[in-house]
């Protein structure tokens, strides 16, 4: 299979920068450091392109948070995402059919109208929707479960490994280096600053580093002698046969720490978690978490009924003590930058590939991304962002 | 000619009792217990289905169990997607067909395939780039024809809704109860083993029941193997140790061990201290233009039309093979009448004699039927369904002459196979993200395969690596894993199963 995107000269000895991981966060910092002007970017990935989280995650796209620092960073995001398939000359297949995040309880239904509110404030286009306006969103939710919740009707999905590829192609054009079937095994630091990466394929310098390594983040970082206080945990997707259209926006739900979709194509993806978040690197579907994804979606949806699957896979995110991302040079090692501790990675992608091209050509980290710093995880600074749908600690929803 | 075998050489017949259905308001009629794929081939349709993106037709026998095969899944009875072919008939019920508009035989939405040479693959990725409003407009004209059906019917909410079968212990599960499985299941059985046989076909036997070849018996003897199959599966249904399950499917193969399984009153989570993989193969179809024509079918497909269900896939057939099994099955053809328009091998004349041989004692030539060495396939022609085929002299081989058109409704496709493997490499994938296992990769403990997903073909030896995986697990146990013995993956997965006999599908 030809791998879009992929170099077809040999790697190189030197770069001007190194991006470890050919994620969409890898790949969108190529393009908008390509973009920018940066010459000799090479990207290594000791897979495929996409074949970590970015092809694994639940495809869904929304900017309606609780903190100012992700209502920031994910609306500048969105904003980027309806025009993607435009700046990339690809279609990546944003569908901005809508974004509801669910509430079945009184307490969640009060959440959501705080929610909706915060967001008003900080200029993020969103709305509190009663239960009644809720099953009108999406008529075919179990009304038990749809109490009200908040609406974002410009957010939506898109297809991820479109997104990739369209990422991958675009960096090659602009003279990005894309080098798969390349694990990186070591990263050269001396004197304080980042000298190039060590690989199964050569030593390559680089002045310039960038983790965005996903899953194995936390292992590429140590190479560099960074600890990063993150942890990798395991999450879950499934996949259905094709069904008829039955449901428009992309969904989430508080009660069932779900989020899910329908494609074009009719296929229902969607993935739940445990209240508590599952540390573990495998990439093994769990048995448990099949029947835990089958109920709560049936029960969700109730047509999905004798829907059959079509796949069930596992993916890993490196998430940090606040679950939110970890963006920006390493102050302890000059030139080693990191694009990590992601949760909500493929969603973020557009706008933290071009803040964090325009911070490394600039020297300067641009205002959106800076709050993200590594620093704020050691000072205990963290950012209080109260508006996702993840398993977080002591079996509460954050 | 009336496509039911009502004199078949071989095989007698067991579905007596004619019942009748309903397919998309017409009355048609079947035999109870045969697959309602070929009640509906036996009743002239060839079309079961159309392709999602070009919409292309579909018939059966296409790409014969193959992994979520959609090239026969029907509505019956409210339920989309139903496999045809693997669903026996009932009497009563009522068949649609699905994605199209308004009728498969008629799909309006086939004009896409007649666009499809300026639609190439990938082309959702390049159109509608800068338009955020027709890309939209496209999404919502794909929701009109996206899914299988339109309906959930209580039915389906019920079963869903059905509690499972709880948990269940077990010393050894054999999936797959073909030749291989069978063996392996009693030698296992026989030794002390308490097993639970796992099938997903309507009764036990697999691939071999619909073998009218003889297959060597470890005892020196030979029997039909379809009698041979039938009498494994008579005797693992008598032993007190084993207990099958048909009609079931092995959903997976998870951390821990767990096994669920699939079957018709609920899924039954196995947790077996010992699992044999005994899942067969899959014949692999052939490249070439309009090979996914009504008509085109793979040989295991058409053996299991005419020796199990006694019906032809057609009049006049094209047998195009790379080894022995493909001559088997003309010659079985030929016996149930069927006019075999002519034998085409893309290897050299010797290497073809040789496999012709068990099936055409006295050479092809000998008996009438032209045989095309050193030829190839270029092209099936047709529309609704193949109505011929152009073949042509492979280069290189010694082959001669020109390209010929040859008049046929059926094109039979052996081409070598592939293990079923999926159990295996849920496992040994997964573990990192490299995408081979490699050769000899060590199974877990406790753990064996055999058969054709061994990348066995011959069922003869299928038989005697079953009965060995069989035995060799009823000596391990957990508490003295030193004892195994257990044969590693014999070959790296992709590569296993591709026998001398096939060149894979470049052809």
């Known amino acids: 299979m030809a791998i879009p995107g992929a170099a077809r000269t040999p790697l190189r000895r030197a770069y001007d920068v190194v991006i470890v991981g050919a994620g969409v966060q890898g790949l969108a910092l190529a393009y908008e450091l390509a973009k920018l002007g940066v010459r000799d970017v090479a990207v290594l990935d000791r897979g495929y392109p996409g074949g970590g989280g ?23 995001s969105l904003r980027r995402w309806r025009t993607l398939s435009a700046e990339l000359d690809f279609n990546v297949l944003f569908s901005g059919s809508g974004y509801l995040v669910l509430a079945s309880t009184p307490e969640q239904v009060e959440r959501c109208r705080a929610d909706a509110v915060r967001q008003a404030e900080l200029g993020v286009r969103s709305e509190f929707v009663t239960a009644e306006e809720a099953r009108k969103i ?6 038990d479960l749809a109490l009200g919740g908040v609406y974002q009707e410009h957010a939506g999905f898109a297809h991820h490994d479109a997104v990739v590829w369209g990422y991958a192609r675009a960096a090659a054009r602009l ?37 965005a ?36 926006p992309a969904l989430a739900t508080l009660e069932l720490l779900g989020y899910c979709h329908q494609t074009a194509r009719g296929e229902f993806v969607g993935g739940t978690e445990l209240p508590v978040p599952d540390v573990s690197d495998s990439l093994n579907g769990t048995y448990d978490l099949l029947l835990d994804m089958a109920a709560k979606f049936v029960r969700l949806l109730p047509r999905l009924a004798g829907v059959r699957l079509l796949r069930h896979w596992a993916g890993l995110v490196d998430q940090s003590e606040d679950l939110s991302p970890v963006i920006g040079p390493v102050p302890e090692v000059a030139g080693f930058h990191l694009t990590c501790g992601w949760v909500y990675g493929f969603m973020g992608a557009p706008a933290t590939g071009a803040l964090l091209a325009r911070g490394i050509h600039d020297g300067v980290m641009p205002e959106l991304i800076r709050p993200f710093s590594v620093t704020r995880l050691h000072e205990g600074r963290f950012i209080q962002e109260g508006a996702l749908v993840v398993a977080a600690e002591e079996g509460e929803a954050a | 000619m009336n496509p039911r075998i009502t004199d078949h050489p071989a095989v007698p017949y067991e579905r007596t009792r004619r019942v009748a259905f309903t397919f998309e308001g017409r009355i048609l009629h079947g035999y109870e217990g045969e697959p309602v794929a070929t009640a509906l081939h036996a009743a002239g349709v060839r079309v079961l289905s159309r392709s999602f993106k070009y919409h292309r037709p579909r018939g059966i026998g296409l790409t014969c169990g193959a992994p979520s095969c959609p090239n026969c899944q029907l509505t019956i009875d409210g339920q989309y997607g139903v496999p045809g072919c693997a669903t026996p008939l009932r009497g009563g019920e009522s068949v649609r067909r699905e994605r199209a508009w308004p009728s498969a035989d008629h799909d309006l939405f086939g004009v896409i395939d007649r666009f499809s040479p300026f639609i190439p693959a990938g082309f959702q990725f390049r159109l509608f780039r800068r338009s955020p409003r027709l890309a939209h407009l496209a999404e919502r004209v794909m929701g009109l024809i996206a ?61 071999l029941r619909a073998e009218t070849a003889p297959v060597r018996t ?12 039938a009498e494994l599966a008579a005797r693992a249904a008598a032993h007190p140790a084993i207990e099958v399950l048909t009609g079931s499917t092995a959903l997976g193969w998870y951390e821990g061990g767990v096994l669920p399984v699939h079957t018709p009153s609920g899924v039954l989570t196995l947790r077996p201290a010992r699992l044999l993989v005994a899942t067969g193969d899959y014949d692999q179809p052939l490249l070439f233009p309009g090979n996914d024509r009504p008509g085109v079918m793979l040989a295991g497909a058409v053996q299991r039309l005419v020796n199990i269900d006694h019906v032809r896939p057609g009049s006049r057939a094209v047998v195009v093979t790379r080894d022995a099994y493909g001559y088997a099955v003309a010659a079985q053809l030929r016996a149930v009448g069927v006019e075999i328009a002519a034998l085409v091998d893309p290897r050299p004349g010797e290497r073809a004699g040789a496999d012709a041989e068990a099936s055409f004692p006295s050479g092809v030539a000998a008996s009438g039927v032209p045989h095309l060495t050193g030829h190839r396939l270029r092209e099936a022609l047709g529309r609704r369904t193949v109505t011929g085929v152009v073949v042509e002299p492979q280069e290189g081989v010694d082959g001669r ?44 403990d406790g753990v064996a395969v055999a058969g054709g997903a061994a990348g066995i073909t011959d ?14 697990l009823a000596r391990w146990s957990p508490e003295n894993p030193a004892l195994p013995e257990i044969s590693p993956y014999p070959l790296s997965p992709g590569q296993a199963g591709r026998p001398s006999s096939s060149g894979g599908t470049s052809e």
């Not at chain 2, 069922?459 to 060799?472: H, K, Q, S, V, Y």
């Open chain 1, 54 to 76: 970015s092809g694994r995650n639940g495809e869904m796209i929304r900017s309606a948070f609780g903190s100012p620092e992700w209502s920031g960073l994910f609306d500048e």
């Open chain 1, 138 to 143: 999406a008529p075919e939710v179990n009304p």
């Open chain 1, 175 to 211: 003279g990005v280096e894309l080098h798969t079937g390349v694990t990186v095994t070591g990263v050269d630091v001396a004197g304080g600053a980042v000298r190039g990466v060590r690989t199964d394929k050569g030593d390559v310098s680089a002045p310039i580093v960038v983790n």
């Open chain 1, 213 to 248: 390594a996903g899953g194995a983040a936390r292992r590429v970082a140590e190479m560099a002698g960074v600890a990063l206080p993150t942890r990798t945990c395991r999450l879950e997707m499934i996949v259905t046969e094709s069904v008829a259209p039955f449901l428009r």
């Open chain 2, 147 to 207: 899914g299988g059906g339109r309906e959930v019917t209580p039915d389906a909410i019920a079963r869903a809704a059905r509690p499972g079968l709880g948990e269940r212990r077990t010393a050894l599960a054999v999936v797959g109860a073909g030749v291989a499985g069978l063996a392996g299941a009693l030698a296992a059985a026989d030794a002390g083993l308490e097993v639970v046989l796992v099938d997903q076909g309507a009764e036990p036997g697999g691939a």
């Open chain 2, 218 to 229: 470890p005892d020196g003897g030979a029997a039909p193997g379809f009698a041979l199959a």
């Open chain 2, 401 to 444: 002459g020109r390209a010929v058109r040859l008049d046929c409704d059926v094109v039979v496709v052996s081409a070598g196979r592939r293990p079923a493997e999926e159990l295996l490499l849920q496992r040994l994938y997964h573990g990192d993200i490299t995408l081979d296992p490699g050769p000899g990769t060590a199974l877990p």
């Open chain 2, 459 to 472: 069922p003869a030896e299928a038989l005697t690596t079953g009965a060995d995986a069989g035995a060799r």
